[in-house]
């Protein structure tokens, strides 16, 4: 395949996105407009000789307001760089078939969703090869490429208390009420979950019938293939109870013969098995998982068990962070896998033994919006690493690794926009806690153009989860608050991820708790180094980040002025109300609301709202069912009955994932903004 960017422009753009120092003269700061130039590479997917990189493409829409999504592929080298197939609507999941000469993936045709099409390499036709009832996921080739294997919802109906009478002919009655007997009904941006479950497919890869192999009201995970393809490995809660909240997070290991539909638990404890691979020579399956101890947060292990379930071991990495994304080498002697390490997410590898390398830092850069972790990466049959890297700088390129040798980037998606903006300097801010003594990390963003010998306000910014963790990845959001004059704070508080399972269950039974001490340190660090000053304080976050605002702002008096973005104000309400509120009785707090009324009640942020003098903006998507809306008009209830200085931001029809689309990301900003000025004037 051919160029399309000469040699010569080419490593000029990888200089500009490799050294972002090397801008244009007086480059103009990142502004609300360049949100919806952003690119960022997704789910990089290297063919099994090495040469060629299928990966997600993925941007926004100006005119639409919507996300896009298509497939490119490029030359492991960098060349070669064009869209794979003519299509325009969304596409992904690309996924090559075992000899290199097809690429499966999903996407979307007219009068039938999302469907299984398939490109072949050599003569770049694209072909659509099933016609299914729902949208398929976790496509997965056999060996022998003769088959696809996906997982498909089967739905089912809701179930019917009464029978309504006949209504007249042409009558035009209310619609029938919608009965619920599940646990699990509704999802944050999904909204009512229809009933049915997930199950297991196979269907020719040259196009035929879908064949169900899995059965039972259950729902499955994405299907794996053993060496031979005689069988699939899958992960699922087929347990008994499986919709009861004592049951709910346990998950188990399972193969299915492809041929007789048997299906057989590998394993059988109590926690969360999942996310299992085949070793190339179909001897050993890898699995992560814990024994579930009923805490906040708990670590996930590697574990190895022969492919029939037995021996069952550990692999002691003495690793006390959590693995993901499992890949075996190509001589079934070690495995690959991504884990997050001080904010900074990281690929390795380790043998049988647990001794471990590093081969790339810097995973991801696929959340836009804030700088959580994510990312992913892939592996040729011949050890060539494919992965997305991320920095301060810009979002998701592509990176190669082969041999020993550092990773080289090969994509240069925002070098034009990124290339010729200036960003905020983004620095690492290490500090002690004075509550215990621990130590802790959080970054700074400093605004374009920074003067140290001038003070500047301090935005703090708290991160959601909390079990999540916030590094240094490239963040619209925050760079915004940057270029608008602020000095952003962003900490890693204790309960956060990627500093190991105590730190992060500091939080068990007491959330919020240490973490509030742990942001006022680090905001007392930063005025005795002068870089801000104590009236110039002021503090924001979503969902978790929310809730530790509000009770930020209830604890103390010190921030001018405080944006709470979809809080929980009180745990009561919203364990009973939320899509997810099963999930925290015990986990988080000791019990259900009803049992342990007084504990819920000293843990919401609504018990301290007396306390509450600073001005404060309150905002929540109107679909939101992680954090309802009726949690933030809690909020504001209570502050304008108190005549405390107020305002109630709905976004229209935002789920929890308020920034979603790209211009609900910029008017999020810009109401933090013009509500925080409102105090600096």
Do not use: C
Request: hydrophobic share 35%.
């Amino acid at each position: 395949m051919r160029s399309i960017v000469p040699a010569s422009i080419f490593l000029l753009i990888l200089t500009f996105l490799i050294n972002p120092q090397v801008q244009a003269q007086d480059a103009p700061e990142f502004s609300a407009l360049d949100v919806f130039e952003l690119q960022w590479a997704h789910n990089p997917q290297i063919s099994p000789d090495g040469e060629r990189v299928v990966y997600n493409r993925r941007g926004f829409n100006k005119m639409t307001d919507r996300r896009t999504s298509s497939l490119w592929i490029i030359n492991s080298d960098g060349t070669g760089h064009q869209k794979l197939t003519s299509r325009t609507a969304g596409e992904g999941n690309a996924i090559w078939s075992p000899d290199g000469s097809r690429i499966a993936f999903t996407s979307s045709e007219e009068g039938h969703g999302g469907e299984i099409f398939i490109y072949w390499v050599e003569s770049g036709v694209t072909a659509r090869i099933t016609q299914l009832d729902s949208s398929p996921g976790g496509i997965s080739w056999s060996p022998d490429g003769q088959w696809l294997a996906f997982t498909m919802k089967i739905e089912e109906s809701n179930p019917v208390l009464v029978r309504s009478p006949k209504k007249p002919k042409g009558a035009n009655w209310a619609p029938a009420p919608r009965v619920t007997t599940r646990l699990n009904y509704e999802q944050d941006g999904a909204g009512y979950i229809s009933p049915g479950f997930r199950h297991i497919f196979v269907t020719p890869a040259d196009g035929g019938t879908a064949l169900q192999i899995t059965h039972g009201d259950f729902d499955h995970g994405s299907p794996v293939w053993s060496p031979d393809g005689n069988t699939i490995y899958f992960s699922a809660n087929r347990n008994e109870n499986h919709d009861k909240v004592e049951g709910f997070r346990n998950s188990e290991i399972y193969s299915v013969d492809v041929t007789d539909r048997t299906i057989t638990a590998l394993t059988d404890r109590f926690g969360p098995d999942g996310g299992p691979a085949v070793s190339p020579d179909g001897k050993t399956i890898a699995y992560l998982g814990y024994d579930d101890k009923i805490q906040t947060y708990q670590i996930r292990h590697i574990y190895l068990m022969n492919a029939d379930g037995s021996n069952k071991r550990m692999i002691e990495t003495g690793l006390d962070r959590s693995p993901s994304s499992l890949h075996w080498k190509s001589n079934s002697r070690g495995l690959y896998f991504l884990y997050d390490d001080e904010g900074i997410t990281k690929l390795a590898e380790t043998d049988m033994r647990g001794n471990m390398t590093v081969h790339a830092e810097h995973i991801g850069g696929t959340s836009i919006g804030r700088p959580y972790g994510g990312g992913s990466y892939s592996v040729s049959n011949n050890g060539v690493l494919v992965m997305n890297i991320t920095s301060p700088e810009h979002p998701a390129e592509l990176a190669v690794k082969r041999n020993n040798r550092e990773p080289q980037m090969i994509t240069s998606l925002n070098s034009a926009l990124l290339g010729n903006r200036t960003l905020g300097k983004v620095e690492d801010y290490r500090y002690t806690s004075t509550l215990d003594g621990i130590d802790l990390q959080g970054w700074l963003i400093y605004p374009p153009n920074y003067d140290a010998d001038q003070s500047y306000p301090l935005l703090v910014e708290i991160h959601g989860g909390p079990i999540s963790n916030y590094g240094p990845r490239f963040t619209p959001e925050l760079q915004l608050f940057a270029a608008a004059g602020y000095v952003v704070f962003y900490p890693n508080m204790r309960g956060s991820t990627s500093y190991g399972e105590e730190f992060g269950n500091l939080l068990y039974h007491d959330y919020p708790g240490g973490d509030y001490q742990d942001i006022m340190d680090g905001v007392d660090g930063l005025i005795e180094k002068g870089i801000t000053s104590e009236n110039s304080l002021y503090v924001t976050g979503g969902s978790a980040g929310g809730i530790m605002t509000a009770w930020i702002i209830g604890k103390n008096n010190r921030f001018e002025s405080a944006a709470v973005i979809k809080p929980v104000m009180n745990w009561i309400s919203k364990t009973l109300v939320a899509d997810n509120y099963y999930g925290y009785a015990e986990y988080r707090l000791p019990g259900q609301p009803w049992e342990e009324f007084e504990t819920y009640w000293k843990y919401s942020p609504v018990s301290l709202v007396g306390n509450i003098e600073t001005p404060t903006l309150v905002m929540v998507g109107t679909e939101d069912l992680r954090t309802p809306l009726s949690e933030a008009k809690q909020l504001y209830g209570a502050l304008k009955i108190r005549e405390i200085e107020t305002a109630l931001v709905e976004i229209p029809g935002s789920s929890h994932n308020i920034a979603n689309r790209p211009s609900q990301l910029i008017t999020k900003v810009d109401h933090i903004l013009a509500w925080f000025e409102k105090s600096r004037n």
